[in-house]
Structures are given as C-alpha cells and as structure tokens.
C-alpha cells in the first residue's frame, strides 16, 4: 500500500471507530433492551425529548443515523400520542430528507410537522418548517436551474423572520437570515446578502440563541468577501472564525465546509503547503459525513490544490476517485430502475391472474344459473305428477331446498363479487403506483435536462401523469372502484398545481362550485386531465400581473347531464389562440370530444371555458340549453 492509498484509507478507519461510538452512545440513550424489545418505541416522552436533541446534532454530522433515528422517534411519538414529539420528529424528518435530496418527502412530513404546530399554537415551530422550506426551495432551485423556486425559497424565509421577530425567537431569526443571504448571494444581489449576514451576527452576538448558527455565518461572510469583494485576508479571518464556532457546536458539515473555503482560499494566495493540508481535513470529514455531493466537492478542491501544488500523481488518484464516485451514483440509479421494471413485471403477471379470476368466475356463474333452472325444472314436474296432499308435501320440501340453494348460491356470488372488488381495488393501487413511478421518472428527467423548454415539457407531462393517478388513487380508497367521488378528487387536484407552482392559499381565492357527487372512471379521467390543462395554464399566463389572482370551477350534473366551467381573473388569451394549434388546446378539444362533449373557449374577460356533455334522454335546462346553443 502506497503513502496515497495509506492517507485514504486513516480517515475511512476512523470513521467506523467514530460511527461504532455513535451507535453505543445511541444504545446507552435509548436505554436497555433485549429480545423483541429493541424494536419497541421509548417508553415515556422524556427519553423522546432527550433523543430529539440528538437528532438535532446527527443532522450535521452522520445523514443516515439522523434518518434513522427520525423515524424511529415519529413511530414512538406517534405509539404515546405525543404531539409535541411528533411534530418535533417530522421537522427532523423532513431535514435529513432534505438533506439526502428527497425533496417531495421533505415537503410533505414539513406540510405535517406545520399542521402540528399550529394544533399546538406553536409559532416558533412553524417558523422552522417556513427555514426549511426555504433551504429546500433553494436546493431544488440550484438542481434544476430554476428562478422561481429560488424565490419561492425567499418568500418562505421572509414569513419565518416575520414569525421570528412577532416571538422574538432568535435561533429562528438567524436561520432565517441565513436562507436570506444565500439566496440573494445566488440571485446576484451581494448588497442585500450582506444585509442579512451582518443582521445575523449582530442577533448571535447579542442574544446567544440555542443552537447557534455563528459558524455558519462567518463562513457565508467570508464567502462573499472571497467571492465578490476578492478580499482574501479578511475572508481567512472569517473562515477561521467559522471554523472554530463549528468545532464548539461538533458540526462535522460546518467544518468540512471551512476547511474546503480556507484550502480554497490559500491556493489563490499561492501558499500551496496549508492549502493541501486544509483539503486533505475537508476530504477526511466529507468521508465520515457519507454525502456524496459534499464528498464530490472536497474531491475536487483537493485535486484543484494537489494539481496547482506539483503532486499530480496524488492529483490524479483523487480524480479517478471522484470519477469512481460518480459511476457508483450511476451504478446505483441504474440498479433502481431494474427494480422499477421488476416491479411493472409483477403487476403485469398480477393483471393476467386477475383476469384468469373473472373469467373462471363467469363460468361458474353459469353454472350455478343452470343448476337453478333445472331444480325450476324438476320442482314443476313434481307438482303436475303429484296429487293433492302428497303433491303439496312434495312440492314444500322441495321449495325448502330450492331456497337453501338458492341462499347459498347468494353466498357464493357474494364472496366473488366481494372477492373482484378486492382485486380490483388491488389493481388501481398497482396502477397508481406505476404512474408514481412514471412521475418520479419524469421529475428525474426534468432536472437532467438544459433546455428549459423541454424541462417544462416534461414537468407538464409530469402533472398530466399525476392527474390520471389521483382518480386511482380515489378508486382504491373507497368501496365503489366504479366510479369516482369527483369533489375530494379535484380537491386534492388543484392544491397540488397550487402547491407545484408556488401559489400561497392566503393570497388566492379559489372558487369551487362542486354539485356532483360521483362520476364514473371513463369521464372522471378525461375531466381531471382537462381541468389539469386549464387551471395549469392559468396558473403559468394568467397572474402575472394580478394582484389577486382568482380561479373559479364549477361542475354540476343538470338533467343528467355534465357542466363543466373553468374562469379565472387574468388578461384572458391572446387572439387567434383558437387557431394556434397548441398541445394543451389540442388535448383539451380531443378530451371534450372522447366523452362526447362540446366546448366553448372565451374571454369574460379573463379567460373562460365551458364543456357541456348531455346525459341519454336528458333535457337540459334552459340555461344549460343557451350555452349548448351557443358551443
């Protein structure tokens, strides 16, 4: 073994030393055990909110045991019906989530963590979930080049300040000020980072809040004196503060960072021997932490310092280890999409049973019907043969069984029915979790993509997917796995456009006029799709210049029928859209027609769309009437 692969592996040893102490301090804490009781929750809350104060400090050292032991606690807290551990748990949740790139589960145990909070009259706990939802804004905004996201991070940072001043709760302050001045440093607006690095000092320094967030600070200060004042000297000083805050607080990030900036820094001063010393701390600490992002950037500050210092060969030794990092992440993703074909493959062979089941079930339906008319059969016979009273003892006895057969053949069919609707709900959840994993394909593919054009392509056909998987979704969650109850559908159907494209339920009115209780699959499907084309570009045109935007839906079933409008407050669309030949217009249209409908689009003077479908025999009413005359 060289002097290379001997510096390498020192840092890998010492974090098994240090990842088996973490696990004895987390058995000790969790307190004895044996048998099925390892796997049982804490047994009171006290030991729940010792174990949360050591997932607070897990999040910036070890990602993996912050995971773990977050869930761990959300189950416990959840078995003693805690509330404050369970929205506590789910914050934590959520941020290591955010911190492994899962960005839809951050979200959704942060929408919980936030529910809980509030039930709880909380006001500093929300703040946290607005900090995080900022930080993960930001993240995302950064992965897939997207400026809106960057500002939805802001708008989210600016509501925790508020709450954070309204307590005052500083620690939540700072966070705030933090996700501020990132986002800023990003958008290039350098002045109003600094105006928020040098609030957050001033809060640190004068309220000393728990935990605090110091280290953080001065290396984002320092970060934009190197960057955009090209002061180096002043910038040293304030990574080294960092860097010394960050070794009292044990924050394993924070100091991987410092040592990655100071090495940076000292290479543009040309002091080459400090620098690779700071890499090869910065490369040692990214190995312990397990990110494989944080681990990327060390590898290649280290082999930045390394080439311009002279040593090539250990230059070069760190470019084929980050080379072989990234054909692992790729080994990796590819091996999760043969799991995702696999997994088609099984819900293929599942569909082929259930249908192999339906058929086996007509045929003894059949079975059991010709077995009733020839007891129909013998029973008449019977009659006319017999004579008087021993014609009517026979033909009781033979009613009687007649009607035993009868209630168990009932039985039989019963359990079959009970037994297709059970396989058919089985096959809608099947069918919306392939269209999951469509989704999640496609949200892959939109964040690999640089053209913006066919990112937001594919982001539609995302949503598009999603719509169709909320009507199965529907299905498999209620009894009726015929038909859809079209209220909570469309519901959860336009909070989620809301939701994906950043619009705030405070500052938007939406009107829902729902008066249809159910709708059958073939229909639901279409209409979900069409209202997802509608309020989707509404929702990208139409509030630009609105000061509150509004979206009005109505659907209602009038004399059998189907009405459908859709209205919102914009400028209304450009002229000659009808012509324009769109794919949204073009979907919209074939949709219409697919369930026999006709459609009206106008202006009124926003944009307005109307789709009126006439039940069999149904008379519409009079104004149902004018706007069929009218389309």
């Known amino acids: 073994m060289n002097w290379t692969d001997k510096r390498r592996a020192l840092p890998r040893r010492m974090g098994l030393l240090l990842e088996l102490l973490l696990g004895l301090l987390l058995g000790l804490l969790a307190g004895p055990r044996t048998g099925r009781a390892a796997s049982s929750p804490p047994l009171d809350t006290a030991t729940v909110r010792?174990?949360?104060?050591?997932?607070?400090?897990?999040?910036?050292?070890?990602?993996?045991?912050?995971?773990?032991?977050?869930?761990?606690?959300?189950?416990?807290?959840?078995?003693?019906?805690?509330?404050?551990?369970?929205?506590?748990?789910?914050?934590?949740?959520?941020?290591?989530?955010?911190n492994a790139g899962e960005f839809d589960s951050s979200f959704y145990y942060g929408r919980r963590a936030q529910a809980l909070f509030e039930a709880q009259h909380r006001p500093e706990g929300v703040a946290w979930v607005y900090c995080l939802n900022a930080q993960t804004y930001k993240r995302m905004g950064d992965a897939q080049g997207v400026a809106v996201l960057s500002r939805k991070g802001l708008e989210q940072a600016r509501a925790a300040l508020?709450?954070?001043?309204r307590g005052p709760y500083p620690a939540a302050m700072v966070s705030a000020l933090i996700s501020q001045g990132i986002i800023y440093r990003d958008l290039k607006q350098p002045d109003s980072a600094r105006a928020c690095y040098e609030e957050g000092m001033r809060i640190e320094l004068r309220d000393r809040p728990v935990p605090s967030a110091l280290g953080v600070l001065y290396a984002n200060y320092g970060q934009l004196l190197s960057e955009n004042d090209h002061n180096l000297p002043a910038a040293i000083g304030y990574f080294r503060r960092a860097l010394a805050q960050h070794r009292v607080v044990r924050s394993r990030n924070g100091q991987e960072h410092a040592y990655r900036q100071l090495s940076w820094a000292y290479r543009q001063q040309g002091r080459f021997a400090q620098a690779v010393a700071l890499a090869d701390s910065s490369l040692a600490l990214a190995r312990l932490i397990g990110d494989p992002h944080r681990l990327t950037n060390s590898l290649e500050t280290a082999y930045t310092v390394y080439r311009d210092a002279g040593r090539y060969r250990d230059a070069l030794a760190l470019m084929d280890e980050r080379r072989q990092l990234d054909n692992d992440i790729y080994r990796l993703e590819?091996?999760?999409?043969?799991?995702?074909?696999?997994?088609?493959?099984?819900l293929e062979k599942q569909q082929a049973r259930i249908g192999a089941l339906a058929l086996a079930n007509d045929r003894k339906q059949s079975l059991l019907l010709g077995s009733a008319l020839g007891l129909l059969?013998?029973?008449?016979?019977?009659?006319?043969?017999?004579?008087?009273?021993?014609?009517?003892?026979?033909?009781?006895?033979?009613?009687?069984?007649?009607?035993?057969?009868?209630?168990?053949?009932?039985?039989?069919?019963?359990?079959?029915?009970?037994?297709?609707?059970?396989?058919?709900?089985?096959l809608h959840h099947r069918v919306k979790n392939n269209l999951a994993i469509v989704s999640s394909l496609l949200n892959l593919q939109s964040g690999s993509l640089t053209d913006p054009v066919a990112a937001r392509a594919v982001r539609e056909g995302r949503q598009r997917v999603e719509a169709m998987?909320?009507?199965?979704q529907c299905l498999y969650q209620t009894e009726d796995v015929v038909s859809v109850d079209i209220q909570p559908y469309l519901t959860a159907l336009v909070d989620n456009l809301l939701s994906a494209y950043g619009f705030d339920d405070d500052r938007f009115d939406l009107v829902l006029e729902l008066d249809l209780p159910a709708v059958e699959v073939d229909r639901a499907v279409p209409l979900g799709l069409i209202f997802n084309e509608l309020a989707t570009n509404a929702l990208k045109h139409a509030y630009a210049h609105v000061a509150r935007p509004l979206l009005r839906l109505h659907l209602s079933g009038p004399a059998g029928g189907l009405l459908l409008e859709v209205e919102d407050n914009g400028p209304g669309r450009p002229p000659g859209f009808e012509s324009s030949g769109s794919f949204g217009t073009q979907l919209v249209v074939a949709l219409s027609q697919q369930i026999g409908g006709e459609a009206i689009m106008s202006n009124q003077p926003g944009a307005y769309f109307r789709l009126w479908v006439p039940g069999a025999g149904a008379t519409p009413t009079p104004a149902v009437a004018e706007a069929a005359r009218v389309l």
């Open 334 to 346: 590819k091996t999760q999409a043969v799991a995702r074909i696999e997994a088609a493959y099984r």
């Open 469 to 472: 998987g909320l009507v199965h």
């Open 162 to 165: 508020v709450l954070g001043r």
């Open 377 to 426: 059969v013998l029973a008449g016979l019977l009659g006319f043969g017999a004579w008087q009273y021993r014609a009517q003892r026979r033909a009781n006895a033979l009613l009687r069984a007649t009607n035993l057969t009868i209630v168990d053949n009932n039985h039989r069919i019963e359990e079959q029915a009970a037994r297709l609707r059970l396989l058919l709900r089985e």
């Open 50 to 98: 010792r174990q949360l104060v050591l997932v607070r400090g897990l999040l910036s050292r070890s990602k993996d045991s912050a995971l773990v032991l977050s869930r761990q606690l959300l189950r416990a807290s959840q078995h003693l019906r805690f509330p404050y551990g369970m929205a506590q748990s789910s914050l934590m949740l959520a941020t290591a989530l955010r």
